[in-house]
């Protein structure tokens, strides 16, 4: 399913798939035939209990996402080691109220709890704080938004361009952002953070400035911005 | 070391998992260097290199090395005063 023009979800029909938690990934290889292998990890987009959907942005130069964005057909198999992850995840048990951060496809392990969420009825509330560069670059544009109720808010960032009439932040997560979104989300929220390093970076410090206690903040990064 | 490359213990959870044979991410180590207790998960990693560094983000020292070759893999452990594991 195409989620924007450069971002893909594929539903993969894995044999004796044992289940998965939200936040964690899968590590998928690819070799070639003159043996060369290629390996990189993508976050798990679909809630425990539901077939594995993976999210995957196309990076130019890259060595895995052209094969999963534009070149796969159905029907196609490949190498794939998961799930793995136990640190970027979350549990009911681990409770509430949550503050989850994105920056660009950082929000796909967030797409698996917020599900989890809605069709738990929401036992916690959640509070989604999403940068993308334009409203067309925003995964999940529609489905996100559409989950919103009293428990579940989804705030949105356009940190390049805006729709016209948009009311909405208009720039990089900052200080000031996350306060507003510590405010929405609740008193003392379990904060999760996912995005590009220097995104995680900047939000993991401002959080803790705005006293967080870092046992609060869980934090994944991958890398450059694409 | 570059700060844009820098991923964390998350992107190397398959491999972890593959080498002690656990789920390590959300299981403990001690840094030797500072002293800071955390998850694993909570290790800065740089897997660009020939092999995979996972440095302290408290003191950013080196805690474990991990380097493949064709023949053996090499687990440098010397940065952690120790790392938890589930009973078994």
């Known amino acids: 399913m195409l989620e924007t023009e450069r971002v893909k979800t594929l539903r993969l029909d894995v044999q004796d798939w044992p289940g998965h938690l939200p936040g964690q990934h899968v590590d998928i290889r690819l070799t070639s035939e003159d043996g060369y292998q290629a390996q990189r990890s993508y976050s798990i987009a679909s809630p425990p209990g539901s077939a594995l959907e993976l999210t995957v942005e196309l990076v130019d130069d890259g060595e895995v996402s052209p094969y999963l964005t534009e070149e796969i057909r159905i029907g196609d198999r490949f190498e794939l080691r998961g799930p793995v992850g136990g640190y970027f995840v979350w549990e009911p048990s681990r409770g509430g109220p949550l503050l989850l951060v994105a920056g660009g496809s950082g929000v796909v392990p967030f797409r698996a709890m917020l599900l989890q969420l809605a069709a738990a009825g929401a036992p916690v509330q959640a509070t989604l704080l999403h940068s993308s560069r334009s409203w067309d670059d925003v995964i999940y544009r529609d489905e996100l938004p559409a989950l919103a109720n009293d428990d579940i808010k989804v705030i949105h960032t356009l940190t390049r361009s805006q729709p016209t009439g948009w009311t909405g932040y208009d720039r990089r997560i900052d200080r000031p952002m996350l306060s507003e979104a510590i405010a929405a989300a609740g008193a003392q929220p379990l904060v999760y953070i996912c995005g590009p390093t220097l995104l995680v970076e900047t939000a993991a410090n401002a959080l803790v400035e705005l006293g967080v206690p870092p046992v609060r903040v869980r934090t994944e990064r991958f890398g450059p911005t694409s | ?88």
Request: contains cysteine.
């Open chain 2, 1 to 88: 070391m570059n700060d844009t490359l820098m991923l964390d213990g998350n992107a190397v959870a398959g491999d972890l998992a593959e080498l002690f044979g656990f789920e390590m991410t959300a299981m403990a180590h001690r840094c030797m260097h500072c002293g800071n207790v955390g998850a694993m998960g909570t290790l800065l990693a740089w897997t660009q290199g020939p092999g995979v560094t996972l440095r302290c983000c408290i003191c950013r020292e080196v805690v474990i090395r991990i380097v493949r070759t064709a023949s053996r893999t090499l687990v440098d452990v010397s940065g952690a005063a120790y790392l938890e594991m589930p009973a078994t």
